[in-house]
């Protein structure tokens, strides 16, 4: 009898937790998985705006893409960007996180400003980039100018406008690492700190015994949002370089965005899903190398 009723109640709050979650289910539905099929199924034809005729070609677009000399390298521009960007806002943000962290006279104050790039929106921050990128009255060559030094043209060598554009990205996000890595930080309780000081633990063994672990989870979460939104890079590289010079800087959306706007919407969709692997794959092996099972903290 006790079975039965335990079962019932099982069965009970497993329905109420499907009927919760549906209104998201819907959500993903029509604007993620609708839209990603719908874009799986234009790659499989030959859709350019200039022929009446959408026959179907199967995988072929898949086959020209992956051909491409153009899409082998935005990939490895993509993948570059994303790996040095990402880099370097995990370490920003986790120091600025500990820093905000500690209690310091003008803490809210210190936290708003960290998060004022972040509120930007990312056309005009690259846009303000761009201004003081600018070779003839950009401000850095006005500061190299005083300096005595000849001028350099930021977005005009593929290294330069490379970096450029790391540097533009890490300024805007940032901020965002520190926001969720700073929650993270709060959550840890502050009893472990006080033992660890009893101990006589040192500020590198408490980080590393206790800060580290416990914000794994939140980390890495960290980490897949921004990785997810790196290769996805268009709007900053389209206002500050276009993916010049010469292409060298042309992300996997860009490239997508190009044939979109030639027209040839086959092979862009094909593209298009192509970034949609490539991001899927970096979170499964973030999933898989920090440890995310069920039940697991």
């Known amino acids: 009898m006790d079975n039965n009723l335990t079962s019932k109640l099982k069965y009970r709050e497993a329905k109420l937790g499907y009927l919760m979650i549906l209104p998201l289910l819907t959500v993903v ?11 799986f199924w234009i790659s499989l034809h030959r859709d350019v705006t200039f022929i009446p005729e959408k026959p179907f070609v199967g995988l072929r677009n898949y086959l020209r ?3 491409a000399r153009e899409f082998w390298y935005s990939t490895f521009v993509t993948v570059s960007f994303s790996f040095v960007s990402v880099s ?5 943000g986790l120091s600025f996180a500990l820093i ?4 310091l006279k003008g803490r809210g104050v210190l936290r708003a400003i ?3 790039p972040w509120a930007v929106p990312t056309i005009i921050s690259a846009r303000t980039w761009e201004l003081m990128y600018n070779y003839s009255y950009g401000l850095f060559n006005w500061i190299l100018s005083i300096l005595g030094v000849s001028p350099v043209n930021w977005l005009g060598t593929p290294i330069s ?3 450029a554009i790391v540097i533009a990205d890490v300024w805007k996000t940032t901020p965002f690492m520190t926001l969720l890595l700073l929650a993270g930080l709060q959550a840890i309780p502050q009893d472990l700190y006080e033992a660890a000081l009893i101990d006589g633990a040192s500020m590198f063994e408490r980080f590393k015994s206790i800060t580290l672990p416990l914000l794994k989870p939140v980390l890495i979460v960290a980490l897949i949002l921004r990785t997810i939104d790196a290769l996805r890079v268009f709007d900053i590289i389209y206002v500050l370089t276009g993916g010049g010079p010469g292409g060298a800087t042309t992300s996997i959306s860009l490239l997508a965005f190009n044939y979109y706007n030639l027209g040839d ?3 862009g969709s094909a593209i298009s899903i192509l970034t949609f692997v490539l991001v899927l794959s970096f979170t499964i092996v973030y999933l898989k190398v920090g440890r995310f099972r069920e039940g697991l903290k």
């Open 265 to 267: 919407y086959g092979i």
């Open 100 to 103: 905000l962290n500690e209690r």
């Open 161 to 163: 406008a490379f970096f």
């Open 88 to 92: 370097l806002e995990t370490i920003l």
């Open 29 to 39: 539905l029509v604007f993620i998985i609708l839209p990603v099929m719908g874009t």
């Open 65 to 67: 893409v992956l051909s």
């Open 114 to 116: 960290v998060l004022i």
